[in-house]
């Protein structure tokens, strides 16, 4: 089972095409709910492969977040927030952004801070399990949608109107017209958002080319942190 899963309100949506190639759809309240599934390759969006305090490259961004803002440019760039460092696991942000500072000399904003938890709750499952590990995958969607725009980062927010026509334009030119109606039946709208549905979809799309072995990565080949966990993007 190959599967794309989103960050969303609800906890985790993640999206699966069924043995007849019908798009399913559930919100996980975890990533452990989440992982606990039979996925052979799971993708989803948030940061694998951390810094740790010590590390001498801790001061500079992981070289996959440098070439993933790269790659979607001007003001999408924004959207590839700074993965945290392993030893903020469990702090509060006033704590984690000293210690950051500390550590790289820039703080953390609250907006960076929000993926903390599911960051951490993942890099502690993927540590734990190594065969976990090798089944997943980051994805970010925005990189997935570029290279579904033959390699130009999109310009429109993915909260505008705008934004959603063009992300659901990508996604249903390859899960077919009304692929995001049939996923957004199955979600409940305080679970997770359109653009949250959007998104799992698009990491769907590029854990399919992991199954596949067609997708590419940033970097080629992928960096490993100390924990022995990839560091990279897939798209």
Known sequence: MVGGADG???GWVAVWLDSEGGLCARV???????MAEPWTVLGIDVPIGLRSVGDPLATEPRE???LARRVLGGGRASSVFPAPLRETAGLGRAAASELTRAATGRGVGAQHFAIYAKAHEVDGLLRADPGLAERVFEVH???SFAVLSEGRGLVESKRSEAGRAVRQGLVEQVFGPGAFGAVRGQVGRREAGDDDVLDAL???WSA???AAGSARSLPDPPE???AGLR???FA
Do not use: K, N, W
């Open 8 to 10: 969303c309100p609800g």
């Open 28 to 34: 996980y309240g975890s990533a452990g709910a989440l």
């Open 64 to 66: 996959v977040d440098r």
């Open 141 to 143: 969607p925005e990189v």
């Open 202 to 204: 698009a990491v769907l």
């Open 208 to 210: 399919g080319r992991v």
């Open 224 to 226: 490993i942190d100390s």
């Open 231 to 233: 560091m990279a993007i």
